[in-house]
């Protein structure tokens, strides 16, 4: 099971950390994906990171803007995006999988408005 | 980066019909290629993985076939369960999405 954080409010220019905690199994075993799909779009994937390694794998779009971190100590991994725009608007999941190819468990979803 | 063209974008059936949606993506792809059912409010959910094969759990209603650059993703007998939009996804290296397809339930 992913349980993310709550909703975001931010203005333009701001920044957003969110957690997703893993519990029920080995959280260093999977590979943790977020994605993100703004109001009315379909899914747009933005990257992953080893929960075993720590690497990760940006879209070259979010390079200098996103950072995905975990915690193996309390089983989260984390997602910051920078410098929020308006069409940062969006809800962000995050999904783990053995592998980077299909993302097997989701998050529910924290809903980020940006907005002046 | 490879593109994924979805069709159609929208279908209506009613129950008990065989739904087909197809996805084709720009560059051979092996079978590295999933599908994904999301309801209204709620986070995407696996339902095919590597073109083919059921996730655990997933009615054996829902199939998929394909490899290379062509993909079909079928509801052999249409449930009121399944008003979903699905997706198909493909790996490699990069993630990347369809378009999407609006099943509705006449």
């Known amino acids: 099971q992913l349980v993310q954080s709550g909703a975001e409010m931010k203005k333009p220019g701001a920044s957003v950390k969110v957690s997703c905690k893993a519990s029920g199994y080995t959280f260093t075993s999977y590979i943790i994906s977020w994605v993100r799909q703004a109001p009315g779009q379909g899914p747009e994937w933005m990257g992953w990171?080893?929960?075993?390694?720590?690497?990760?794998e940006n879209v070259q779009k979010f390079q200098g803007r996103v950072t995905m971190t975990t915690d193996t100590s309390t089983s989260t991994a984390y997602m910051e995006l920078r410098s929020l725009r308006a069409d940062d608007t969006a809800v962000y999941y995050c999904?783990?999988?053995?592998?980077?190819?299909?993302?097997?468990?989701w998050g529910q979803g924290t809903l980020v408005t940006v907005s002046s | 980066d490879i593109q994924m063209t979805q069709s159609p974008s929208s279908l209506s059936a009613s129950i008990g019909d065989r739904v087909t949606i197809t996805c084709q993506a720009s560059q051979d792809i092996s079978n590295f290629l999933n599908w994904y059912q999301q309801k209204p409010g709620k986070a995407p959910k696996l339902l095919i993985y590597?073109?083919?094969n059921l996730e655990t759990g997933v009615p054996s209603r829902f199939s998929g076939s394909g490899s290379g650059t062509d993909f079909t993703f079928t509801i052999s007998s249409l449930q009121p369960e399944d008003n979903a939009t699905y997706y198909c996804?493909?790996?490699?290296?990069?993630?990347?999405f369809g378009g999407g397809t609006k099943v509705e339930i006449k």
């Open positions: 996804q493909q790996y490699d290296g990069v993630l990347t």
């Open positions: 999904a783990s999988g053995a592998s980077s190819s299909k993302l097997d468990h």
């Open positions: 590597d073109a083919s």
């Open positions: 990171i080893s929960a075993y390694s720590g690497n990760t």
